[in-house]
């Protein structure tokens, strides 16, 4: 089993900056790859960024040039920069991890609010 916390969101006005924390344990050796998502009210949920193992990361073209995904040194954390923050970035955010034997985990999802 893999445990996932997130923090960091809140309400922030466009154009601002906020940093989402995710902090893993449990079987975090198991973990190929760590992500994050987001999911908007009526909207399904999408892949923002990810992070494998040895470190190489992808984005999607949305977020591409205002978020960067990183992890802390102990490993069992990752982090998502968010800059130039835009109301359509409003939506809850969630941690993801995929072990290697297939397994989903996710995190409780921290809500991130743009105002206009």
């Known amino acids: 089993q893999v445990q996932l916390v997130e923090s960091g969101g809140g309400l922030v006005q466009a154009g601002g900056s906020l940093r989402l924390s995710c902090a893993a344990s449990?079987?975090?050796?198991?973990?190929?790859?760590m992500g994050w998502y987001r999911q908007a009210p009526g909207e399904e949920r999408e892949l923002l960024a990810g992070i494998t193992r040895l470190g190489s990361t992808t984005y999607a073209d949305s977020v591409r040039d205002r978020f960067t995904i990183s992890r802390g040194n102990a490993k069992n954390t990752v982090y998502l920069q968010m800059n130039n923050l835009k109301p359509e970035d409003t939506a809850v955010y969630y941690c993801g991890a995929v072990a290697g034997n297939g397994m989903n985990y996710w995190g409780q999802g921290t809500q991130v609010t743009v105002s206009s």
């Open positions: 449990g079987l975090i050796l198991s973990v190929n790859l």
